[in-house]
């Protein structure tokens, strides 16, 4: 079954501890990406990648890295957590660099940070 | 001031209501313009995308983009209760900004039986 999987789904953590959050996908896709979803302010875009080793920034990249060393897997890293970082992140892939390919969205990740 | 805008409803209508949908932007670079819906506890899915102005359909729904105006619209004809979701607007501007994404706020939008 052609799907984007996260883990975990749910997460509660405390202020500077460093986590990870997984993302993979089974579709050969080039195109990854990463968004929070917060009330009021819709889905941002934290980083996105067109392809291994190639990653970009999105409209909110501020205390998160990321990395693209196989196609299928594009792990969102937060090093040093805090509060504001509480919220529901979507990991997407697409076939190729035009978006309006569909992009295949993740299950969510629902990360609360104490 | 947001790059995007949309009212964030809510929006409630009677089934069979014909819905409108809007966003404006900001910036004159965005090329591609998309409508996703979101479903309660799910993640997004894409239901249209248009390039540049003009208009498209898919069955009961309809997407126009005045770029002139910087407004986007989605149109949903007869609607359903199954079309009660969160529509998002999501636009990029293609060149070297392919693949970076700005979405609206999103619109949550209630059709009662």
């Known amino acids: 079954e052609a799907q984007v999987t996260q883990n975990p789904r749910y997460l509660i953590t405390v202020t500077g501890k460093k986590l990870t959050v997984t993302c993979s996908q089974n579709m050969n896709h080039e195109y990854m990406s990463w968004y929070r979803q917060d009330p009021g302010l819709g889905l941002r875009q934290i980083y996105y990648s067109m392809n291994v080793e190639v990653t970009d920034k999105g409209d909110v990249p501020e205390g998160y890295k990321v990395s693209r060393k196989e196609k299928r897997n594009f792990p969102l890293i937060l090093e040093s957590p805090s509060p504001n970082q509480t919220s529901l992140y979507f990991c997407?892939?697409?076939?190729?660099?035009?978006?309006?390919?569909?992009?295949?969205f993740g299950p969510g990740t629902r990360l609360t940070v104490l | 001031q947001k790059e995007v805008e949309q009212d964030p409803g809510p929006l409630s209508v009677p089934e069979g209501a014909i819905v409108s949908l809007n966003c404006t932007y900001s910036n004159s670079a965005f090329q591609y313009f998309m409508w996703y819906r979101q479903y309660s506890r799910k993640g997004p899915e894409l239901l249209m995308y248009t390039y540049s102005s003009g208009n498209k359909e898919d069955g009961r729904f309809t997407a126009q983009v005045d770029k002139s105006s910087k407004y986007i619209s989605l149109f949903i004809r007869d609607s359903q209760p199954s079309d009660s979701a969160t529509y998002l607007c999501?636009?990029?501007?293609?060149?070297?900004?392919?693949?970076?994404?700005?979405f609206g706020q999103g619109t949550i939008l209630t059709v009662h039986p």
């Open positions: 999501a636009m990029e501007a293609g060149g070297t900004s392919y693949g970076k994404l700005t």
């Open positions: 997407a892939s697409s076939p190729g660099r035009e978006l309006y390919n569909e992009q295949f």
